[in-house]
């Protein structure tokens, strides 16, 4: 069955620096990938999208890389600050009708 | 500014209650879902309408039904709460292949059985 795995362990960085948050998925050849933003207590917020004929996407300070080979993506936060901190999803589209499968999720803090 | 909202923030309940959670979006999107989502076990699909009065089991819908009666609305029913159904129940919304199925996501409902 299709799995996706994120880093389970929290990541922790300094400010200033560039976190990188992984996930990796199994028996599975999505078309895209996408990376949302979820703060305590509240729902997730859509980030990025990558397509699987792109390689990286950028928006602002974020960087998403997508490898259909390795089946991983990378997502990048350069220059991080504290309020980057939160838990980072990625998510897969499975079947069909707009569903997703969903990452467990990366906890990222970043130390001021 | 696009808005999914959930009826209640928190939510306190007894076992054996009926419980309804609503979720409303005003995007005009067809596609509805609620999920759940536990530490260590992520986002879990409990139901996902794609059009007014039609639904589909998602991965976990046992103890759970739902009901789509306006475009706008989702609810959730828990038809006889038990405390293993504590948890953060989110409700979210998506055009159908249209923006890469971009989810929208409401504030969540903290729900506590006891």
């Known amino acids: 069955s299709q799995k996706i795995e994120q880093n389970s362990e929290a990541l922790n960085i300094q400010e200033g620096k560039t976190a990188t948050l992984t996930c990796n998925y199994t028996n599975y050849s999505p078309a895209y990938l996408q990376w949302y933003r979820q703060d305590p207590g509240r729902g997730p917020v859509f980030l990025l999208l990558i397509r699987e004929n792109e390689k990286e996407k950028r928006k602002e300070r974020l960087k998403v890389t997508f490898d259909t080979t390795l089946k991983q993506s990378l997502f990048h936060i350069t220059a991080s600050q504290p309020a980057d901190s939160a838990t980072y999803l990625c998510a897969l589209p499975y079947n069909q009708g707009g569903k997703l499968i969903f990452g467990q999720g990366t906890e990222l803090s970043v130390k001021p | ?114």
């Open chain 2, 1 to 114: 500014d696009v808005k999914v909202t959930q009826s209640s923030r928190y939510l306190v309940k007894r076992t054996g209650e009926k419980v309804f959670l609503e979720c409303v979006q005003d995007m005009d999107h067809e596609n509805m879902f609620w999920y759940r989502q536990d530490p260590g076990l992520g986002l879990r699909l409990i139901y996902f309408s794609y059009d007014v009065k039609m639904k589909e089991k998602g991965d976990i819908p046992e103890g759970y039904s739902v009901s789509r009666e306006k475009k706008e609305r989702f609810s959730l029913i828990l038809e006889s709460a038990s405390t293993n159904q504590t948890s953060m129940y989110l409700c979210a919304s998506s055009r159908p292949l249209l923006s890469y199925n971009e989810q929208f996501f409401g504030p969540g409902t903290r729900l506590t059985v006891l």
